[in-house]
């Protein structure tokens, strides 16, 4: 028997915890201020910032993989939503919203 878990983000919170893990992790952003969003499934999911500077320019910011899963667990981690270490995990789009599936075999639960 296997359970199934899926932790559905929003976009604020996927942008926050994007913002967090690059934060952590050391990676620089351009500045400027974040003027679009969006979240690409083809087939992995690609979440991917515009952001605007002062002058006008602008910066696409793509965000996936093992990046994008680090970002979302640190998220959970900081917000005590649960999250096993042994589980497999993997990411997916779930109603138009980017999802962490955790997938927990019989013998991995408690």
Do not use: W
Request: aromatic fraction near 2%; include cysteine.
């Amino acid at each position: 028997m296997r359970e199934i878990r899926c932790i559905v983000f929003e976009d604020g919170e996927l942008i926050k915890a994007i913002l967090a893990h690059g934060q952590k992790t050391g990676k620089t952003l351009p500045t400027g201020q974040i003027s679009s969003f969006e979240v690409e499934r083809n087939p992995e999911v690609i979440a991917r910032m515009t952001i605007t500077s002062d002058a006008g320019q602008k910066s696409v910011v793509p965000t996936s993989g093992a990046e994008l899963a680090a970002a979302m667990i640190s998220y959970c981690i900081d917000r005590k939503v649960p999250v096993p270490a042994n589980a497999a995990k993997s990411i997916t789009v779930l109603d138009s919203h980017v999802a962490l599936k955790i997938t927990m075999s019989g013998d991995q639960k408690r």
